[in-house]
């Protein structure tokens, strides 16, 4: 019997721009699909992505004025890709650095 195929997506949000990719678990991890949604709030906002291989496969414009849309998007696209059922878990990347020693809230000052 084989084993369902298990995928761990991570995000990556940034100021203006989303990234994330697909991750087979298996030793090691190997990418599949990852892109980004970029110009999040500016004109010509795009999602493009790339399969395993690296080759892009297209570009998408869309209407996205801030990153929830944006985010959306993605979700509601990502829903729709073979596959996405497979996703186990979900990875958003972290920053620490500086005199930084606990997470830090949404607002510049303000540890939580």
């Known amino acids: 019997m084989k084993t369902a195929e298990r995928l761990v997506l991570t995000i990556n949000g940034g ?5 994330f990719a697909a991750y087979r678990v298996e030793q090691p991890l190997k990418r599949g699909l990852y892109g980004k949604v970029d110009r999040i709030g500016l004109s010509g906002t795009n999602l493009t992505f790339h399969d395993s291989n690296g080759k892009q ?3 998408r ?8 849309t944006a985010a959306n998007f993605l979700i509601d696209w990502l829903e729709e890709q073979n596959r996405f059922e497979s996703v186990r878990a979900l990875g958003h ?4 650095g500086m005199q930084h020693t606990a ?3 949404g607002h510049p000052g303000i540890v939580e």
């Open 57 to 59: 496969q297209e570009c």
């Open 15 to 19: 100021s203006s721009s989303i990234k």
């Open 93 to 96: 990347r972290v920053v620490h």
């Open 103 to 105: 997470p830090r809230g």
């Open 61 to 68: 414009s869309l209407a996205a004025a801030d990153h929830k």
